[in-house]
């Protein structure tokens, strides 16, 4: 009786149970409340960090912006590195500059 | 961080200066048309996001029929951040192959292909061919039903091509029908074959760009513009829109991961309501307008040859465009560019909500 009761269940509850699973949609996205808020929370940081790059790119490109209108970036000088020479000038001045 | 030994290194060992030089003096001009310059170097980082997330995916990905399947599941469910990688691939090729058409009909609508400039036009034409090839080949990696019942029809479609169709036909799917060898044929040609001919070209077009210049639309070509130098200011501007870029690529793929279906069964029927990928759609929606049989001929065979007539003459639209060539105003392919541009839209919108 036990067993007929056990393969009656087995077979009208468990059995469609397998082909109810099988049909599921596999999941392709954490489906853990506490593993999605951590992937949100890190998108929204992640906006953040764009951004901030952006901000500094956009102050680095006014600055650079700045300076070519000053004419300032078409001298070959590069800051702490002594001026060419002009001709005839020996350098006496500039020794240990 | 201050690298001037190693720069002086380089420098004893090789003469960049002529590189620099090039650099240096690079200008780009400035007009209100400027804008879509930046689509070439969207579709650039984009193609390195696709390098990179794929080779992370071929770590774990098995090329066989029998386990293809399989291991997509177990890199989504699986592996760490897994899902997250495929999801990138995934939407990093749909956001290509939209800025592809972007530039594709921002250089038509602007004449930018005009001479010089045909091997550009050209170049980029045959690397959107191969970007919708690798689409195409990656859909199939997935080997669920959708993807199978999808490459079916596009691999049958071109077999309705008269006298080469066959030919194509058997050589996509590498035997009669869509079987594992079409699947392991798809992975070579997405791994190997289509990745060398996207980097060659991609190098040629790019060079071609810094040969010619960057183009100017003829209604602006008499006027003194404005010139930015490309570096720094053009690179930063790129850099910042390629942020704003991966922004959004890396919020969609977070936010819509795609699905998973169940795994491909040759021998089960065509699932209900399949719909290509997008930039099938209008292909898709063309082949529907044409009845079964035309004059005693297969329409499908007809509707082939005219769509393929159809993107021949846009892919050979430089040598078609005389007056563009010689520096007039051609209104007439004006309309052909949005005709094309209107044809494209309405008939994927169609597509997609039919």
Same mark, same amino acid.
């Given at each position: 009786?036990?067993?007929?009761?056990?393969?009656?269940?087995?077979?009208?509850?468990?059995?469609?149970?397998?082909?109810?699973?099988?049909?599921?949609?596999?999941?392709?996205?954490?489906?853990?409340?506490?593993?999605?808020?951590? @992937?949100?929370?890190?998108?929204? @940081?992640?906006?953040?960090?764009?951004?901030?790059? @952006?901000?500094?790119?956009?102050?680095?490109?006014?600055? @650079?912006?700045?300076?070519?209108?000053?004419?300032?970036?078409?001298?070959?000088?590069?800051?702490?590195?002594?001026?060419?020479?002009?001709?005839?000038?020996?350098?006496?001045?500039?020794?240990?500059? | /961080?201050?690298?001037?030994?190693?720069?002086?290194?380089?420098?004893?060992?090789?003469?960049?200066?002529?590189?620099?030089?090039?650099?240096?003096?690079?200008l780009v001009p400035s007009h209100r048309h400027d804008l879509w310059y930046y689509?070439?170097?969207?579709?650039?980082?984009?193609?390195?996001?696709?390098?990179?997330?794929?080779? /992370?995916?071929?770590?774990?990905?098995?090329?066989?029929?029998?386990?293809?399947?399989?291991?997509?599941?177990?890199?989504?469910?699986?592996?760490?951040?897994?899902?997250?990688?495929?999801?990138?691939?995934?939407?990093?090729?749909?956001?290509?192959?939209?800025?592809?058409?972007?530039?594709?009909?921002a250089v038509l609508l602007l004449k930018s292909y005009r001479k010089?400039r045909?091997?550009?036009?050209?170049?980029?034409?045959?690397?959107?061919?191969? %970007?919708?090839?690798?689409?195409?080949?990656?859909?199939?990696?997935?080997?669920?039903?959708?993807?199978?019942?999808?490459?079916?029809?596009?691999?049958?479609?071109?077999?309705?091509?008269?006298?080469?169709?066959?030919?194509?036909?058997?050589?996509?799917?590498?035997?009669?029908?869509?079987?594992?060898?079409?699947?392991?044929?798809?992975?070579?040609?997405?791994?190997?074959?289509?990745?060398? %001919?996207?980097?060659?070209? /991609?190098?040629?077009?790019?060079?071609?760009?810094?040969?010619h210049g960057m183009s100017v639309p003829l209604s602006l070509k008499e006027k003194n513009l404005p010139q930015t130098?490309?570096?720094?200011?053009?690179?930063?501007?790129?850099?910042?829109?390629?942020?704003?870029?991966?922004?959004?690529?890396?919020?969609?793929?977070?936010?819509?991961?795609?699905?998973?279906?169940?795994?491909?069964?040759?021998?089960?029927?065509?699932?209900?309501?399949?719909?290509?990928?997008?930039?099938?759609?209008?292909?898709?929606?063309?082949?529907?307008?044409?009845?079964?049989?035309?004059?005693?001929?297969?329409?499908?065979?007809?509707?082939?040859?005219?769509?393929?007539?159809?993107?021949?003459?846009?892919?050979?639209?430089?040598?078609?465009?005389?007056k563009s060539?010689l520096g007039e105003k051609s209104t007439?392919?004006t309309?052909?560019?949005?005709?094309?541009?209107?044809?494209?839209?309405?008939?994927?919108?169609?597509?997609?909500?039919?």
């Amino acid at each position: 009786m036990k067993l007929a009761v056990f393969l009656i269940f087995m077979i009208f509850f468990k059995v469609p149970l397998l082909w109810g699973q099988a049909k599921q949609a596999i999941e392709v996205f954490p489906s853990t409340p506490f593993y999605q808020y951590i @992937i949100y929370e890190n998108l929204a @940081i992640f906006w953040i960090a764009i951004i901030g790059l @952006i901000v500094i790119i956009r102050m680095k490109l006014r600055e @650079i912006e700045r300076v070519q209108k000053l004419g300032l970036d078409k001298t070959d000088h590069r800051p702490g590195v002594p001026l060419p020479l002009e001709d005839g000038e020996n350098g006496g001045d500039r020794e240990g500059f | /961080m201050n690298c001037q030994k190693l720069k002086d290194w380089f420098d004893e060992r090789y003469d960049t200066s002529a590189l620099k030089k090039f650099a240096g003096e690079k200008l780009v001009p400035s007009h209100r048309h400027d804008l879509w310059y930046y689509t070439g170097g969207i579709i650039v980082f984009l193609f390195s996001i696709q390098f990179i997330t794929g080779m /992370m995916l071929a770590f774990y990905y098995v090329p066989h029929a029998d386990f293809a399947h399989k291991s997509i599941i177990e890199i989504v469910t699986k592996l760490n951040m897994g899902w997250f990688f495929r999801s990138l691939h995934h939407w990093g090729s749909q956001l290509t192959i939209f800025f592809l058409f972007v530039h594709l009909f921002a250089v038509l609508l602007l004449k930018s292909y005009r001479k010089p400039r045909e091997l550009l036009w050209f170049s980029g034409f045959i690397l959107l061919g191969i %970007a919708v090839f690798f689409g195409l080949s990656g859909y199939l990696l997935l080997w669920d039903e959708r993807a199978f019942a999808a490459v079916r029809v596009a691999t049958g479609g071109s077999g309705a091509l008269p006298i080469v169709g066959p030919f194509i036909k058997a050589f996509l799917r590498g035997g009669i029908d869509v079987t594992g060898e079409t699947l392991t044929r798809f992975y070579a040609f997405h791994v190997s074959i289509l990745p060398l %001919a996207t980097v060659f070209l /991609m190098v040629l077009h790019v060079l071609l760009v810094q040969v010619h210049g960057m183009s100017v639309p003829l209604s602006l070509k008499e006027k003194n513009l404005p010139q930015t130098p490309f570096f720094p200011n053009v690179v930063y501007k790129d850099m910042a829109v390629w942020l704003v870029v991966l922004g959004v690529t890396v919020t969609i793929a977070t936010l819509f991961p795609p699905e998973i279906g169940q795994k491909a069964d040759p021998l089960a029927p065509t699932p209900e309501n399949i719909k290509p990928e997008w930039y099938f759609l209008f292909l898709f929606q063309t082949l529907k307008l044409f009845p079964g049989e035309i004059l005693g001929l297969n329409g499908e065979t007809i509707a082939i040859l005219l769509i393929t007539a159809g993107i021949f003459a846009l892919f050979i639209l430089p040598l078609l465009d005389r007056k563009s060539r010689l520096g007039e105003k051609s209104t007439l392919f004006t309309l052909i560019g949005v005709v094309y541009l209107l044809y494209f839209l309405i008939m994927t919108l169609i597509g997609y909500l039919s």
